[in-house]
């Protein structure tokens, strides 16, 4: 499995384009900001993605969804509990003093337990709600080292805000402690901002992970 990180636009978010080694069959996960910028690696890698995947709809995670949807063809993913904070981008853009982007639509809801494969790659959708209502991780347990793209739930030595439109501070206290606490310390960590880390790393550095654990 390759992956390749973009960090781009105004919030500095992180889309990733996760391919098969094998075959080039691919994902993007979440289609942030600068569509071109994320085009072009896929076209440059000659990479056969299959669908796009929001981890969550907050306003840096889906800007460019429309260009990257358009021009590939391919359906767009998402929780079902997240579609109401999309639908709100007009109104998360009026917090910001930014454009709204165009809505797209989205082609297929996924849940908890519900697995997404591409060339021999697999990866377990995982609910992971509190920075957003329908928040979701993808956990590739096969691969070795294992990886985790966790969206903005957890970050290198932080975690997701809960003060957002769609937050909940009591469902991120649960989310941390029921599942990011239980991840394996090898785990590979792709956050929606920032560096990648691991469970491992987190688990002893990171002042709220530490306080989970009393």
């Known amino acids: 499995m390759r992956v390749e990180m973009l960090t781009v636009g105004l919030f500095q978010s992180n889309s990733f384009i996760v391919s098969c080694e094998k075959t080039n069959e691919a994902i993007v996960v979440d289609a942030c900001d600068?569509?071109?910028?994320?085009?072009?690696?896929?076209?440059?890698?000659?990479?056969?993605?299959?669908?796009?995947?929001?981890?969550?709809?907050?306003?840096?995670?889906?800007?460019a969804l429309p260009k990257v949807k358009s021009a590939l063809g391919v359906p767009v993913v998402m929780h079902e509990k997240e579609l109401e904070l999309y639908k709100g981008i007009p109104q998360q853009a009026a917090m910001f003093g930014i454009t709204a982007?165009?809505?797209v639509e989205i082609d297929r809801f996924v849940e908890g337990g519900d697995r997404i494969s591409f060339g021999t790659c697999s990866?377990?959708?995982?609910?992971?709600p509190g920075h957003s209502p329908g928040g979701i991780t993808l956990l590739f347990r096969d691969e070795s080292p294992p990886r985790a793209f966790v969206g903005d739930v957890l970050f290198e030595g932080s975690i997701g805000r809960t003060d957002l439109p769609g937050s909940d501070q009591s469902q991120m206290i649960t989310t941390l402690r029921e599942v990011i606490m239980k991840l394996p310390d090898d785990m590979v960590v792709y956050s929606g901002h920032g560096r990648e880390t691991t469970i491992g790393l987190e688990k002893q550095t990171n002042p709220f992970l530490l306080e989970l654990r009393g």
């Open 101 to 103: 982007p165009e809505l």
């Open 123 to 128: 990866c377990e959708v995982v609910e992971t």
């Open 34 to 63: 600068e569509a071109d910028r994320i085009l072009g690696y896929i076209e440059s890698e000659k990479l056969d993605v299959k669908m796009i995947v929001n981890t969550h709809s907050h306003i840096d995670h889906v800007t």
